[in-house]
């Protein structure tokens, strides 16, 4: 069956063989417009990029399997256990507002190497946690580390590429980096089906040094002479006037909901799929696996119509898209609660897959707008922007835990909601 094929590892192969692929089709597009990414810097760059951009996928998506086997071995609940997602979310989130200002002081490489390095020695904690307050700090420590890489590699591509160029990069990094979190849920339920839990951490340290190996492979990108000096009440001024900035809001509140409904998926589907639906933890990341086939195919082709459309149509577009899917995935959800077996694993499985692909519409677009009016200090925006994410993130992880009932309804009406809050968000704020 094609099930147990990707279950025993050929799957993995063949997440990589697509990674190439995706790698491929990144270079190509590039090299048909001209004046992309890789023919300015190069495979090498694109893909240490993509590396750092993937650190959330990693640290996050490869334990997912995990999570029903955490709590059992450290005693705890299905909120229990989601705390340590919420600790994650919470750290990387915020972390992200320390990061931001010093890769505008002090260049983007050496704050990454600092964050990298943190995020060693949090993978070292998780691995050693004997109970869950443990791993719940370990994984803060290990996402305030992590928080650096992708708030400085939005900033990267900010450096070198105008608004509506920066969002076809995006959407081209996104492809490549598409294997992140296909691999990683797969690799983590492999990982779980010949040692524990713990092993899963290991292996995250082990991507952490692949990364850092890259970045110092590659040349700082920010200038000299473009790198500011703030001091601390210069840098609260900054927020303050991104925050009081309408579109600025408006692209991070639209971003922030879908990522919202993003993490709610994270933190409900483990216990939705391997507890209630009982699909075995090494198949879970097949399931995972297949929306992000589908948002890669959004990015692809928000990619070749970004430049075309512009950002702002393209990300309307994805945010009316989002809140219609989240709306009938919430009905199906209800249904499925109220009469058991009335939707069944595939009709979550639809709803799901279509609410996270048009995702694809929504990340690089709005990325890209949000950054654009604010070049001079784009590593403070970006900062802000995914600090905004992730304590939305935070917040939503939490009330999937506190509203779970044993079945797909909570997680569900959940993202329906969020997915309607950020069409509201862009209509409203972006015009």
């Given at each position: 069956m094609a099930v147990e094929q990707v279950a025993s590892g050929s799957a993995i192969a063949g997440g990589a063989s697509m990674g190439v692929s995706a790698v491929a089709g990144a270079v190509d597009a590039g090299r048909r417009r001209g004046a992309g990414l890789l023919t300015q810097r190069g495979v090498g760059f694109v893909a240490m990029l993509a590396m750092l951009m993937s650190f959330g996928s990693m640290s996050v998506d490869m334990y997912l399997p995990a999570m029903p086997q955490i709590a059992r071995d450290l005693g705890v609940t299905q909120a229990g256990v989601e705390s340590s997602l919420t600790a994650f979310f919470l750290a990387f989130g915020l972390c992200q507002l320390f990061w931001g200002p010093m890769g505008d002081r002090f260049g983007r490489r050496g704050p990454i190497l600092v964050g990298i390095l943190l995020y060693l020695a949090g993978s070292a904690g998780c691995a050693a946690a004997q109970n869950i307050a443990t791993l719940s700090l370990c994984r803060a420590i290990q996402a305030a580390g992590a928080g650096a890489a992708p708030v400085l590699a939005r900033a990267m591509v900010r450096d070198v590429f105008d608004r509506d160029r920066a969002a076809s990069v995006f959407s081209m990094m996104m492809l490549v980096m598409g294997i992140a979190p296909m691999a990683a849920p797969l690799l983590g339920g492999q990982v779980l089906a010949y040692l524990d839990w713990r092993a899963i951490f290991w292996v995250q340290a082990g991507f952490g040094l692949v990364a850092m190996a890259g970045l110092i492979s590659q040349p700082e990108t920010l200038n000299p002479a473009l790198r500011a000096r703030p001091n601390g009440l210069a840098q609260l001024r900054s927020y303050g006037q991104l925050m009081i900035s309408g579109r600025?809001?408006?692209?991070?509140?639209?971003?922030?909901?879908?990522?919202?409904?993003?993490?709610?998926?994270?933190?409900?589907?483990?216990?939705?799929?391997?507890?209630?639906?009982?699909?075995?933890?090494?198949?879970?990341?097949?399931?995972?696996?297949?929306?992000?086939?589908?948002?890669?195919?959004?990015?692809m082709i928000n990619s070749r119509l970004v430049l075309r459309l512009g950002t702002d149509r393209l990300l309307?577009?994805?945010?009316?898209?989002?809140?219609?899917?989240g709306i009938g995935l919430a009905a199906v959800g209800w249904f499925e609660a109220?009469?058991?077996?009335?939707?069944?694993?595939?009709?979550?499985?639809?709803?799901l897959f279509l609410f996270m692909a048009f995702t694809g519409l929504i990340g690089a677009n709005a990325t890209a707008g949000a950054l654009a009016s604010y070049p001079h200090m784009a590593g403070t925006a970006s900062a802000l922007m995914g600090s905004?994410?992730?304590?939305?993130?935070?917040?939503?992880?939490?009330?999937?835990?506190?509203?779970?009932?044993?079945?797909?309804?909570?997680?569900a009406a959940i993202i329906g909601g969020v997915g309607v809050l950020g069409f509201i968000f862009n209509r409203l704020l972006i015009r």
């Open positions: 600025f809001l408006g692209y991070a509140l639209t971003s922030a909901m879908i990522y919202g409904g993003m993490f709610a998926y994270i933190a409900g589907t483990p216990f939705v799929y391997i507890d209630y639906f009982h699909v075995p933890a090494r198949l879970y990341g097949l399931l995972f696996g297949l929306n992000i086939v589908g948002m890669i195919i959004v990015n309307a577009l994805g945010a009316a898209c989002i809140a219609l899917f109220s009469w058991s077996g009335a939707a069944g694993l595939w009709g979550i499985v639809a709803g905004t994410q992730f304590v939305t993130g935070a917040v939503v992880g939490t009330l999937v835990g506190w509203l779970a009932d044993g079945t797909p309804w909570p997680m």
